[in-house]
């Protein structure tokens, strides 16, 4: 069928498509479109921000996780002892939640350890593992 399109000079080529739909999405500062195939079609989803409640809930983060991303995106950046005092927690936890947040793309850690290091959200540093 594509080929049909393409011969028709509907489309450029094949898959070119979501590739530039994607860099487009970079382009503007916005998260990557998800792709999907449901229902017999295939649809494009475009999201403002990626980082609600719901969705973080549904990437499997704790309420922790999820109020250290909140505050990310009202104050720009988090550090390890601002984390505690949101959230009420020791350093070694702390510590380990941050790192399974970066570990699951969500936060880019800024600095290698101390007080200078900090945590921002993926999507400020060219988002989903850029």
Known sequence: MADVFYKAGLIEAWGRGTIKI??????????????????????VYFYKDIFTEENLGEMGLNERQIKAVLYIKEKEKITNKEYQEITGIKKRQSSEDLKDLEEKGIFHKVGTTGKGTYYVLRSTKGANGA
């Open 22 to 43: 994607i860099k487009e999405c970079k382009k503007a500062g916005l998260p990557e479109p998800e792709f999907k195939e449901e229902f017999g079609g295939f649809p």
